[in-house]
């Protein structure tokens, strides 16, 4: 066979251990194996533990470059385990950091079982892993189980050879008419879900972008490939993945292809492995739908869910800065009252801002439209269906707002998932290209390349933020951390609160209304194990404006309320509605002591 | 203790004085002359819970006023004692009958009771109370003879499936003078509702605290597209009330009679107040107009008080309450059928009071009136949009009976005129400029 034709050839993987590394008699790529590695200690036992975590999404790439390349890696992420675990953090989610050609932020993956060289290897994986471990620090990772990067060697097998054993991993067609009703996703570069391929002669499908093939699900072999991809991870010690676009697995005519039942069926046989083979890890799903579509991620509520353990919830997201720009609480009470209760042994993850654009896809037009003009004011903010922004900018770098709004993602329903940087109010670069502009190198310090690497700065992957405002001079963590009044030591500190009351983690939630559009105030309330109850309160003001709100709290007549930050008494509750006044996008929580029996009735 | 006769009497002294000061005391206008009893009935011995119904004489007017009454408190007020209260809901849960008073609950309606009543805090014309967070009782305090309109069309627009109403649930009825008299009226109290009022000032409020030049469709707070969804709710409500109780083509003695009407009340109004003179002319034109150009008009049963204020915000979206009708008016007029245009126009004018009221007893600032201007224009608008988009067949864009709607829409400013200069004279600059501006559009 000629060397440049292997199908490992575009890996940029010689030396390491990769797949396609040598071909079986039968036409079988060799893959790396979990064996072959050392294996992580595992985080403390606990079946429950992302019901009530707090999750950190951080780039490889953008978080420390340990060796001076000017690209973060892995080393350098275990490097900063300290700072994460006084911050508070529970777990880090990493999205890809596997092999990749690089041209969908790494999730157009290449080799399931190597790391992108520039991050490191296997082993600095297990390294970060057991370092995170011994601090009680879990770490999940993306999957991509959609598709891979059409340098895989499966998909470079699969065209040459149809008649191979990977001729059938992908979905081909002679021509490009089949599933015309699903939609096409990133409208800003695709015009076809389906792409000629020259050297196979047919088309080949993906949802995402044409170089990223869809794995063609109803072949028996690509699910086996698949659960084999989970338990080498798994093996190695991971606490569990995101799975990345899981509505999309299976296709069927005269359907928009997205949540088919077949899909469904597939994610119970992941879950089946972990729950048999790995019990305490978790599968958090990234489907980017309606709540009660995305409930059906969660699987049977009858045996407390047999499918993902956790699902994003997206469309509370934007709904959450559209009510605090209209200074009504409606957008967010109306998605969370049209939120179905989920099974007992799940929980909704709920973010403000990640790696991608802010989303867009799971508002109406109309809304979309207000979205627009309220934070995207200039069209290079956009990005396919959404707004490439960082939540400082997004919020006008106003303080009061950043804090409402962190306030807000620490006591709503769900596990809050941060994102790199927003902890001291990073901000972005809407002149770099597509997404780019929220992935730049966290600022740790004020010295060269913000303390991120110590190369030259024109090798850094993508430069600093240096505008007036936003850059890494003044903006940094030592200088946060050396500021008691720092957005840091405040996150760190509400974070810190948050665990002290696990109603806020996996209180019910109970929406008070009130006569005040402009006041969203809910209760979370836990029933503890022994029986007793917690209950806090929390009060948002989403207008600029000081507001009083009259609080219906006649259940808890006789109890004083004790804010949560401070410790302060509050009134008592008595038979009139209770009266709270908050200074512009103010907010409180308050312990609420245990009810007696006799709740409401006389 | 003393017994319920001695405790009435005692009462009864004291009501000339204690009357007035009541917010829901409907003639604070004039002296209270008698204050006579009319029925007594014990709702509970022990604590004592009495319902008394008084006639007030006023000068030419007589009517009959409820209380709820207790010894447990100085003030013999019962209605906000939580305990008390929660009896009425236990005795509508039952579906108990006392002396002639009936306590039902609606045919298909399970009620929860034991629970605490509570009375709510906002100003209103009647007395309300909450009980957990289930229910809400509206005690009738002004009573009148014959059916009750909010009862009856909430029971009409409930057996039609509507959806934009707080369903009723039960109700308090008996007899006086042989006579059928609503004495209350409970229905489901929505505990995250904002009213409609709250919602449009709050938007009114962010536009004009704005510093930037902006536009109303370009503020954070921009209400267009809730003004459009209550649009729509109103239509659909119009559209259920049709269904459940039908419709009339109004004929051309109808027309002529409500134009009249117009006209007179006019004339009143003019006469105290001034200011109100040089536009009489340009409103008898358009009152003419609505007359001369009209088109096939329908009469159906309406709100017959439409405004921001009688509409709740839910998260299951708008909500209509309170279908008395006009309060000023007689029973009659207010059980007439009626063209939906009028709560149209009701609606169209309140838009216009949430978008002024921030500016009045200020200083004239152009810039501010200018903003007020274009975010009443844009959610009349939308409201307008969204009501053209559900209304039934036979009404359709209200903007299509221009001549009409605009029409309603200066009746009740007239009205709001008179209303404004007896009782809050600085807002009388709020109906005047819109006519000003509505006979100008017009002209
Ligand atoms: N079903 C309900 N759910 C929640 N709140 C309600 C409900 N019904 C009424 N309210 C609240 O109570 C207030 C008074 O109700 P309503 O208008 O029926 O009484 P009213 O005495 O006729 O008032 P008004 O004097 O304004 O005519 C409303 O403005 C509203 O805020």
Redesign the interface.
Same mark, same amino acid.
């Given at each position: 066979m000629q060397e440049d034709s292997r199908p490992d050839a575009a890996l940029g993987l010689e030396g390491v251990p990769h797949t396609g590394e040598a071909i079986t008699a039968d036409g079988l790529l060799v893959e790396p194996q979990a064996e072959d590695f050392q294996h992580a200690k595992q985080a403390p036992k606990n079946p429950d533990w992302f019901k009530g975590a707090v999750f950190y999404e951080v780039l490889v790439r953008a978080f420390t470059d340990s060796n001076g390349d000017g690209t973060g890696d892995l080393r350098g992420l275990a490097s900063r385990l300290d700072y994460l675990e006084w911050l508070g953090i529970d777990c880090l989610w990493l999205p890809p950091f596997y092999a990749s050609p690089l041209r969908d932020g790494g999730y157009d993956i290449s080799d399931f079982r190597a790391v992108l060289p520039e991050f490191g290897n296997i082993e600095d994986f297990v390294y970060l892993l057991d370092e995170a471990h011994r601090r009680g620090i879990r770490v999940i990772t993306d999957l991509v189980l959609n598709h891979t990067s059409d340098a895989h060697p499966w998909f470079q097998q699969s065209r040459m050879d149809p008649d191979g054993p990977y001729g059938d991993y992908y979905v081909w067609s002679d021509d490009d008419s089949r599933y015309a009703d699903a939609r096409i996703i990133f409208v800003d570069t695709e015009t076809s879900n389906w792409t000629y391929d020259p050297v196979r002669g047919q088309f080949y499908w993906h949802r995402f972008f044409s170089h990223q093939p869809d794995l063609n699900f109803e072949n028996n072999d690509v699910q086996e490939a698949m659960l084999d991809t989970l338990r080498f991870w798994l093996d190695l010690g991971i606490d569990g993945f995101r799975l990345d676009a899981v509505p999309y697995l299976f296709e069927e005519e005269g359907t928009n292809c997205e949540n088919l039942p077949r899909t469904h069926d597939f994610l119970k046989r992941c879950r089946k492995v972990v729950d048999d083979e790995y019990p305490g890890r978790i599968l958090l799903a990234e489907a980017n739908q309606w709540p009660s579509d995305v409930v059906e991620y969660f699987g049977d509520p009858e045996v407390g869910g047999d499918e993902c353990h956790m699902a994003f919830h997206f469309p509370l997201m934007p709904r959450i800065f559209m009510a605090v720009r209209r200074e009504s609480r409606f957008p967010i009470s109306e998605i969370l009252a049209q939120t179905p209760e989920i099974p007992t042994g799940t929980q909704w993850g709920i973010f403000l801002r990640n790696h991608d654009e802010l989303t867009l896809e799971m508002v109406t037009d109309e809304e979309r439209d207000y979205m627009y003009t309220e934070y995207a004011k200039d069209p290079r903010m956009k990005a396919n269906i959404g707004i490439r922004r960082r939540l400082a900018p997004l919020l006008e770098n106003d303080r009061n707002q950043q804090e409402l709004f962190t306030a807000m993602l620490l006591s709503l329903p769900g596990s809050p998932v941060l994102y790199y940087g927003d902890e001291i109010g990073m901000g972005d670069n809407i002149w770099l290209g597509d997404r780019d502009a929220v992935r730049t190198p966290m600022q740790w310090t004020p010295d060269r390349n913000a303390g991120f690497s110590s190369c030259d700065p024109g090798r850094i992957y993508l430069p600093v933020i240096m505008d007036p405002i936003h850059g890494y001079q003044a903006l940094n963590v030592e200088a946060q951390l050396n500021n008691a009044s720092s957005l840091l030591n405040w996150t760190r500190r509400m974070i810190e609160v948050r665990k002290q009351h696990h109603a806020l983690a996996e209180g019910t939630f109970i929406d008070l209304g009130g006569s005040n559009p402009s006041v969203l105030a809910y209760k979370r309330r836990w029933t503890r194990p022994d029986g007793h109850e917690d209950i806090v309160l929390c009060v948002n003001n989403l207008s600029r404006f000081p507001q009083p709100v009259e609080l219906d709290l006649s259940e808890h007549r006789g109890t004083t309320p004790v804010e949560l930050t401070g410790g302060v008494h509050f009134p008592q509750v008595g038979e009139l509605p209770y009266l709270l006044t908050l200074p512009g996008h103010g907010f409180y929580w308050f312990q609420l002591a245990t009810v007696g029996d006799d709740g409401e009735s006389r | 203790m003393t017994e319920p006769q001695e405790l009435v009497e005692k009462l009864l002294t004291e009501l000339p004085g204690w009357l007035p000061a009541q917010r829901w005391f409907a003639g604070k206008d004039r002296p209270v002359g008698s204050v006579r009893p009319l029925r007594t009935t014990v709702l509970l011995e022990e604590p004592r819970l009495l319902h008394v119904v008084v006639e007030v004489e006023q000068a030419d007017r007589v009517e009959a006023y409820q209380l709820l009454v207790t010894d447990r408190d100085e003030s013999y007020e019962a209605t906000g004692d939580?305990?008390l209260t929660?009896h009425l809901l236990d005795l509508m849960a039952q579906g108990r009958e006392i002396d002639g008073l009936s306590f039902e609950h609606e045919p298909d309606a399970e009620l929860t009771d034991?629970? !605490?009543g !509570?009375p709510i805090?906002?100003e209103q014309s009647n007395t309300s109370i909450?009980f957990? $967070?289930q229910y809400i009782l509206k005690l009738f305090r002004k009573l009148s003879y014959g059916p009750n309109p909010d009862l009856v069309l909430h029971r009409a627009l409930r057996g039609v499936g509507c959806e934009h109403i707080a369903q009723p649930l039960g109700s308090i009825t008996g007899e006086l003078n042989g006579e059928q008299v609503t004495i209350g009226m409970l229905q489901q109290f929505?505990?995250?509702?904002? #009213?409609g009022w709250?919602?449009a000032t709050? $938007?009114v !409020?962010?536009l004009m605290?704005d510093s930037e030049a902006l536009h109303a469709d370009?503020a954070?707070? #921009?209400f267009a597209?809730e003004a459009n969804r209550l649009g729509q709710a109103v239509a659909t409500v119009h559209a259920d009330l049709e269904r459940a109780l039908g419709q009339q083509d109004a004929d051309d003695d109808d027309i002529a009679a409500t134009v009249r009407a117009m006209g007179s009340r006019l004339d009143r109004v003019a006469e105290m107040v001034p200011a109100l003179g040089p536009f009489v002319p340009a409103l008898r034109e358009a009152f003419d107009k609505a007359l001369d150009g009209r088109s096939t008009i329908v009469v159906q049963n309406i709100h017959g008080d439409l405004h921001l204020g009688q509409v709740l !915000?839910t998260?299951?979206g708008w909500l209509l309450i309170d279908f008395e009708g006009e309060p000023a008016a007689p029973a009659a007029e207010r059980a007439a059928l009626k063209s939906p245009l009028r709560d149209v126009a009701g609606m169209l004018r309140s838009f216009d009071y949430a978008a002024h009221q921030m500016l009045v007893g200020q200083d004239e600032d152009p810039l501010l009136t200018e903003r007020a201007l274009e975010w009443a224009r844009r959610n009349r608008a939308a409201f307008c949009e969204g009501y053209a988009d559900a209304a039934a067949e036979a009404v359709g864009d209200p903007r299509r009976h221009g001549e009409l709607l605009r029409a309603f829409e200066l009746d009740k400013a007239v009205y709001e005129v008179a209303y404004e200069y007896a009782n809050r004279p600085e807002w009388l600059t709020v109906p005047l400029s819109s006519i000003a501006r509505i006979t100008g559009e017009g002209a």
């Open positions: - | 939580g305990e929660g034991g629970l !605490r !509570r805090t906002s909450i957990g $967070s929505l505990p995250d509702a904002v #009213d709250a919602m709050t $938007s !409020r962010d605290a370009q954070g707070g #921009d597209a !915000r998260v299951n």
